[in-house]
């Protein structure tokens, strides 16, 4: 069955940087887009990132534009989202997703924590 399973979260001061892993299983990841999505406390969630399948093309949420990246890697299943110059507003749980057979597949998320 589908899994994704999240990593790289923690607590991390303002302007420092993390990276997040997801770890894709039971499916062909190398075939599907793949989201970064968010949710910060209390609030809604919030679309950050998105990928084609090989790579080449990337979108951002304007709050996140120059400031993330996100990547993959078909050979090793994974996705990334690489965080830099991180705000006290982008702590939320962030969450990978994939769109497999019409059906959203969520991983269980990573918690960020931008805090001095």
């Known amino acids: 069955q589908v899994q994704l399973v999240e990593s790289g979260g923690g607590l991390v001061q303002p302007g420092g940087s993390l990276r997040l892993s997801c770890a894709a299983s039971?499916?062909?990841?190398?075939?599907?887009?793949m989201y970064w999505v968010r949710q910060a406390p209390g609030k809604g969630l919030e679309w950050v990132s998105q990928?084609?399948?090989?790579?080449?093309?990337?979108y951002y949420a304007d709050a996140v534009k120059g400031r993330f990246t996100i990547s993959r890697d078909n050979a090793k299943n994974t996705l990334y989202l690489q965080m830099n110059s991180l705000k006290p507003e982008d702590t939320a749980v962030y969450y990978c997703?994939?769109?497999?057979?019409?059906?959203?597949?969520w991983g269980k998320g990573t918690l960020v924590t931008v805090s001095s």
């Open positions: 997703k994939v769109r497999f057979n019409g059906v959203d597949y």
């Open positions: 039971g499916f062909t990841f190398s075939s599907y887009w």
């Open positions: 990928i084609d399948t090989g790579g080449t093309r990337t």
